[in-house]
């Protein structure tokens, strides 16, 4: 997965293994865990951002690693979101939120 970052007269690319550290307050949350979850319990998008307090649109965007800031070619499965987040969406599946915290690729485990 490459994060472009756009400046004045040039587009530079850096890897997500490039070791950016996260800010505060944010995570990592595996997208592809949080779609099977949903897909076996049989809830919609709508239905999970409800009991999470989110909109389906950001549900979506974690299932499929889009970003919702900055352009980002490749999609992962592994998605930089708000440690609220998570959290909200481990409530919703009655889980602990470690379950759904996600690694990045080629990175060492996410330490929250």
């Known amino acids: 997965m490459y994060l472009t970052n756009f400046t004045a007269k040039t587009k530079r690319s850096i890897s997500v293994t490039d070791r950016v550290p996260l800010a505060a307050g944010r995570t990592y949350i595996d997208g592809q865990m949080v779609r099977q979850l949903r897909n076996h319990r049989g809830w919609s ?4 951002g409800r009991m999470a307090n989110l909109s389906w649109l950001s549900v979506q965007r974690v299932e499929t690693g889009r970003q919702r800031y900055g352009a980002v070619p490749a999609r992962s499965p592994v998605v930089v979101v708000k440690t609220e987040t998570l959290d909200r969406i481990a409530a919703a599946f009655d889980i602990p ?3 759904l915290r996600g690694t990045p690729p080629g990175g060492k485990e996410a330490s929250q």
């Open 45 to 48: 998008l709508e239905t999970l």
């Open 97 to 99: 939120a470690a379950v």
